[in-house]
């Protein structure tokens, strides 16, 4: 079958209106009073020119009302999902249909108000661009996951923004102009933020890590916030960016500030650049700053101030999170620290890590540590890189915060042909049964068990930052 920028699907229904004696498709407004029938009068189906997984379908009604689309493999009722419910407006409602396969037969039906509708249609995908990632399936064990999508991307340009199934399958992606330097996808507000590109003009200053622009758009591809990182938003943001619960975003960003580090026979009037976050509204507004001069300055790290490029890159933030209690927390590379912020004050509660002010056994330390995810308040799982000691994990902290004790409750390694002694991040999944790492430079996607077995690789080609697992969408 031909791509489908030259299918148009288009279904000429006869237009009826039937006099109901109860309820059918539309509430009454009164009981005795009959009631219109909304009917389907026209339907036809289309490609999306800049997207070879967007299908655009047109419904034309008898009457304004919400529409849905379900739509399933041709022969599998099974893989059925329903499009983001859209309201109609003069007779007309527009839903899109994503996520599906690649050079795929698929068959649809229209849902009236929630009610399925008679006729179903048939469409046939397009085949993958080839500048596109591939995924593959290298390991797949007995009781591996054999649902869900995992969010990845191409720190290439141009950049994918893609997700796969756990067959490997890309069935869904966005293409931007730049390379992806960091995406998440926000199941509440059903839409992913994304980090892209390289800040023209500042770089030189921060090992090319500042990002050029921001990012916001829903599964349909729709772009709500498109701003170039700037004084005027958010000038050096970095690394990691979030929805938070409210919809605002929250990323890491560098702060710069003078110091006089003549005593380390550096220059006496230093722009030390720092680490902390900034959270920022859809509309542009900057509703909260924090860095981390007020609790640690290249006068407490001592000779730490000498080693390679520090004064440019002082910590090394990589990640912002925050607990169900609202508090934050921070990963730090270059001193191995998790941090926790309370979030009411600014006060770091505590600093996890070799030289740290909490409690910790040597063994139990971070050598390379990224993405803080909190799993509860003072429970907090992160990707150890492992760089000293040859192969990444996933680590626990528990944190007491009145003994100022920390303990670490899992310690779940992956062999070093799979892990990354940068970047990177794990989630703990499946109902907390599953661990899912993400290896940038392994390359790979890695589902173990909380002993560490493997049960599932995904490999890739192509770098990405970070990968997340998501169950539904």
């Keep these: 079958m031909q791509l489908l920028h030259s299918l148009q699907l288009r279904i000429l229904l006869i237009a009826a209106v039937a006099i109901a004696a109860g309820c059918s498709l539309t509430s009454c407004s009164d009981d005795n009073e009959p009631e219109k029938k909304i009917t389907l009068t026209e339907v036809s189906i289309s490609t999306d020119p800049e997207n070879a997984l967007r299908y655009p379908v047109s419904v034309a009604l ?24 859209v309201q109609s407006a003069l007779l007309k409602a527009n839903p899109v249909i994503t996520f ?62 893609t997700f796969c199934d756990m067959d490997g399958n890309i069935v869904w992606y966005e293409k931007f102009d730049q390379a992806i330097r960091m995406a998440h996808y926000d ?94 509204s859809p509309a542009g507004e900057v509703i909260r700053k924090w860095n981390n001069f007020d609790a640690i300055t290249p006068y407490d790290t001592g000779d730490m101030i000498l080693e390679g490029g520090a004064v440019k890159d002082f910590l090394h933030a990589n990640s912002v999170n925050w607990d169900s209690n609202g508090d934050y927390y921070m990963t730090f590379n270059r001193p191995n620290e998790l941090w926790k912020i309370e979030a009411s004050t600014g006060k770091v509660l505590y600093r996890v890590g070799p030289a740290g002010n909490v409690e910790l056994d040597e063994a139990d330390f971070a050598s390379g540590i990224h993405a803080a995810e909190p799993l509860a308040p003072d429970k907090v799982l992160c990707y150890d890189n492992g760089s000293s000691r040859g192969f990444s994990r996933a680590i626990i902290y528990e944190i007491d915060p009145v003994a100022m004790k920390a303990k670490v409750t899992l310690s779940g390694p992956i062999p ?57 969408i």
């Design 100 to 161: 599906v396969k690649f050079n795929t037969d698929y068959t649809f039906a229209v849902n009236i108000n929630g009610q399925r509708q008679d006729g179903e249609y048939t469409f046939h995908t397009s085949i993958a661009p080839p500048e596109l990632p591939v995924y593959h399936v290298t390991v797949d064990n007995p009781g591996a996951p054999t649902d869900g999508y995992i969010l990845q991307w191409v720190a290439s340009k141009p950049g994918f923004v």
């Design 187 to 280: 199941t509440g507000h059903r839409k992913l933020c994304v980090l892209t590109g390289f800040r023209d003009g500042v770089n030189s200053k921060n090992f090319q890590r500042l990002c050029d622009k921001i990012f916001t758009l829903d599964l349909e591809g729709n772009r709500d916030v498109q701003w170039v990182a700037s004084d005027d938003n958010v000038p050096y943001p970095h690394h990691d960016i979030k929805f938070t619960p409210d919809g605002n975003l929250i990323m890491v960003c560098n702060t710069t500030k003078k110091f006089d580090l003549s005593q380390f026979g550096l220059d006496a009037d230093a722009d030390v650049w720092g680490d902390g976050f900034t959270i920022i």
């Design 416 to 472: 070093s042909e799979y892990s990354s002694t940068d970047r990177s991040n794990v989630q703990l999944i499946r109902d907390g049964e599953m661990l899912m790492f993400g290896s940038t430079l392994g390359r790979c996607n890695v589902f173990t068990d909380k002993t560490g077995k493997i049960l599932k690789v995904i490999k890739r080609t192509g770098i990405s930052y970070r990968s997340y697992y998501y169950q539904d």
């Design 62 to 85: 008898s009457d304004d009302a919400e529409v849905t689309i379900s739509y399933w493999e041709t022969g599998r009722p099974e893989t059925e999902r329903t499009t983001h419910e």
